[in-house]
């Protein structure tokens, strides 16, 4: 921390304020410059407050962290290594990482049917995805839209996992619901509406399966690793990050801002794998395409993408799904020849099925 | 809802489109306009969604909402009527709304331990509040920073009641909590970081204490009123609306942008009671007091202020909170003033004490 | 400066940086943390730019400025006395100033006609203004819009100023205009689309009219008073900053989110008279009054507020233009009560008429 | 237009608007809904601002534009087809468009001087750059920093010109400059800045060299495009529109948010060519070759990347250049991977020399 003084601090409140810290257990050290005096403290400063530092004397101006505020989500903590996170699925582990070919997860929004579900996890199995994405249970802006069919959905995703072999990842939304959700999914997602839901990252950082932890719409980069701090300090250290765009003044045209710096932005602060979420990010499927070309180059770990199978009937985020010819097309097409580029595409195995 | 067709749309997908209308239950009213066509829907389209509209033909450009999205929160619902929101407390009921007196609404970010809960208590009633304000459990941004002492700052906040008469409002994080916390507040606050978890929204709504709904950091007022409107359409018609700031661009001196145009605008849209938060809305206690008295003259129903015995060593948000004196100077010298210029305020019973 | 140092910088490195430094003039001081080295850097720094610092080397991990970028605008280049700007007008002296009455601006968005510009001053006048605002040139979204009457309405506007006795206080947009502008206004306004016209602030401040200074729609407070500091640093020590409302996610209702925190953030930074502009802050005639009482009740020096006599046939800016009745109104029966309250009001002179 | 009636709107302000209307010369179209009533404007709407229609009566809720404000910017203008803008270079001419091999312009933030200049030329053209960028007037938030050598920093860049065989592109910032910088310039620049400065607008969009509009700091899309029709309206058909990211809450990281999105966004709006600028996008050189590489994986047709010889010893904006041997290789061997996956392009002829 370092504690910048107002000009013209008087120099007895500077001896005063740095006694208080030394009985904080800090080692005050001053620096005198030409206008102002600054204070640097040594010590363990990572629980402290910069704000609560501020309220030590009205004459302190301002308050600067120098320590990240998050440890076990730092590339620090891992001496700089990136973690990869294994999840099995019937088809076999999975790894996530940034030693290791795009992982793609595609389905519907919501899981609205046996019917639907089931193929559209084969539909997007044979287009190359390795997980299958559907909501159980859907934060809508409005209670008086579909909410997911809740319990009964997990079996139909039970179903399509079965039918598929494909991982399933899915929302929990309600601490009451993490071990149902748990019971069926491969991989918790908490959705950005949740990600400052504390008492949800606790509960899921208490489990063991695997979680997938969206960006909060107006998250800084320092809010959504200590919200990941939360999952690995409660004793889980599965945790991938999923980019899926930020509020902005633009929303006229795509729904979000995608941020698709925080990948190269991440590389450098944390060991974590990223995903990148374009359906969400843009709310538009004729953007989606060119975002997730985007974030492969880039280099995302993972892509999330929206299918539906008649994306005019769907009951939830028809505008974001694409059909799944048009998945087909574009991940064999299209994402593969970036994939291929950035050397980190594995053929998949289902073009031997 | 208001389809508007692209430029060149042919005439055969416009006459499907309708039919597919129709189909739905929809009257669809057509005009051709000089470059563009355009379909009004008529019927009942609340319940529907314009990003599912979208997606009946690629040709539609986009769609307009002409309805507004909630019912129950709308100032149509109560034709026109502000409504009222009357607490009960020890000391006798409160009301808030348009035609009442300003309710102020103060104490601690957190509840610390039972001499200092009870201390600001007696020291904010004096001063002229009516509500104590005080976080059994609180949001914090990192897992290492004190969570609030949880239940059993809840018998702390019941000993505070029972000292002072005033009426207790503290926030509930977890589905699981509500009636632990009901059982003890005279008001369940839902926080900003949990204005879109809507699980939480439906239990509360579920439930009969009066709910003070924070909006959340970059929440439109769309969103927020459909918050309320969860609440409302769950049964509880008990909901006050508190700003507290939004995140913008610009968060080097206040924390957050306290937007008080959202004064003027809600009452043209809703019969809800509003309060503001000029602590959290600025994050810096000299911030404080010129807000505070913005917000009532711009009309508020209610203020709510963070006041700490001691901000330095305040467990939360020491920064943005008065001392009991500064508070008790700031009611009865500053907003008083401002009270009675705009015929809002009544002379504290506590006066005669 | 504070230097940052990455975790593991090698000590050979620090010390070749704290030499570089040396070399350009600055006395380093080194503290070394439990984590990280951090280096202060005393002496002239406030010309440094903290990321070019950053380059010195790439162990750096952040600069941290301790000393504001302006001098001129700030509040201890005053001494922390707040600066008066007076300003001529037919009817006398104006100041502008913290211990100065509020000083009220009104006017239409543009120029249309001298029947309507004349008639508009003598009714704003009547109503408590002592400056006519009104715009020769506009900047205008769309260059098939209305653009102003330009050189023909500064006849006009000059026309009004004889027959009112009103102060002028009128856009500037181009250095080109600069003289022709300052011949006929007492006041030069910089639009908030213009203040990072860096050309245009060094014009404007090397004349001698005072300046008004609007907020650019996305500028941070410092850019803010860095765009004043052009100015002062150009010669013209007479510049009051207008806050115009900012752009946010929320657009819908109020048209940019006006931020009044300025007021008592501004008050603490530098000696600048400030105004606040609630007419284009919202857009909308209908939240003006609120957000006009609430500017006095913070805090302002002074309001600029839109008054056409036929709002719904303005040329521009029509839904944020109150009628004069209107105006009138909320002046003497609204404005006044709050400014009494807080005791920056005077009874206009013009009642004597 | 479509004129959104309150509900409850009296029959007879109905048709009294509907005939105010018509006098106005369009045709009203009314849609009698479940609760409200629409009015379809039928005519020539587009230079009707639908905030001035709102004060036609105060029974209106709201007015939606139906068509977009910009014309020649539009994709319609051209019938669909994307444009081209040729420029002509000592080394022959260069398009810009669609379907043209991506065109990489690089360059220092500031000519320092000749020798800094004419060897970063020939480095990056080395490398495979088509255009150098380089200010000779520098927009600078302090009055203080480096503002750019002006008028002699031109004849460098003519010397660097000739020397390399580069096209020049360049900022102009004053409306008294345009000539000046078009003697030398191939590509006149309009910085974010200045977007919205609409003399400076009017003034390139009557000379013939071709302009680079950067995208305001926080302008919208249709602002942007709004801004690019001035150029076009006053005669200049060659517009290349440069995203080069927009301001947000985030800014601890990247400096500002780089919108990749626009890509297909803008694909679908607008006939012009686009280039992406990930150094003033991101802020920092680290971040620069990830964004680099997404946004030819998007589509853009052009980039724009900072290149300095020494960037710890630049006279402005350091920390987000590259340095010759790190953009050789970006180019070389990172984007040149990506740009041939997308059969965007051309083996430098550079190569050969």
Aim: charged letters at 25%; glycine letters at 8%; a negative charge.
């Amino acid at each position: 921390m370092i504690v910048v003084m107002k000009v013209g601090s008087p120099e007895a409140e500077i001896t005063r304020l740095s006694k208080e810290f030394e009985e904080e257990g800090l080692s005050p050290e001053k620096i005198v410059g030409k206008h102002k005096v600054v204070i640097g403290l040594v010590g363990e400063t990572a629980s402290l407050d910069e704000r609560q530092i501020q309220e030590f004397s009205p004459w302190i101006e301002k308050v600067l962290r120098v320590e990240r505020p998050y440890k076990r989500a730092s590339l620090e903590f891992r001496h700089g290594e990136p973690s990869e996170v294994w999840i099995d699925t019937p088809n076999g582990k999975v790894p996530f990482g940034q030693n290791h070919p795009v992982v793609i997860v595609a389905g519907p929004c919501s899981v609205e049917n046996e019917e639907m579900i089931v193929e559209t996890a084969k539909r997007v199995k044979a287009a190359g995805a390795q997980f299958l994405r559907g909501g159980a249970y859907k934060p809508r802006t409005s209670p008086y839209a579909f909410q997911g069919h809740g319990e009964s959905a997990l079996g139909l995703l039970a179903a399509a996992r079965e039918a598929s072999g494909l991982g399933i990842i899915t929302e929990v939304m309600d601490t009451a619901d993490v071990a149902k959700v748990g019971a069926v999914a491969d991989v918790l997602q908490i959705g950005a509406r949740n990600m400052h839901n504390f008492s949800l990252l606790k509960k899921v950082g208490a489990q063991d399966k695997p979680v997938l932890l969206k960006r909060g719409m107006s998250a800084t980069i320092d809010e959504w690793l200590m919200a990941a701090e939360y999952i690995l300090a409660a004793g889980n250290p599965n945790v991938i990050l999923c980019e899926r765009g930020i509020r902005t003044f633009e929303r006229s045209y795509a729904r979000n801002t995608l941020d698709l710096a925080v990948i190269p932005v991440l590389r450098e602060l944390t060991h974590l794998p990223l995903m990148i979420d374009p359906s969400h990010g843009t709310g538009r499927s004729e953007y989606v395409p060119a975002m997730a070309k985007a974030a492969i180059a880039a280099g995302t770990d993972a892509l999330m993408i929206e299918v539906h199978p008649n994306p005019a009937k769907a009951l939830s985020d028809g505008p974001q799904s694409l059909t799944p010819d048009r998945f087909d097309r574009l991940v064999k097409e299209e994402l593969s020849i970036i994939g291929k580029a950035v050397e980190r595409w594995s053929e998949p195995a289902v073009a031997l099925v």
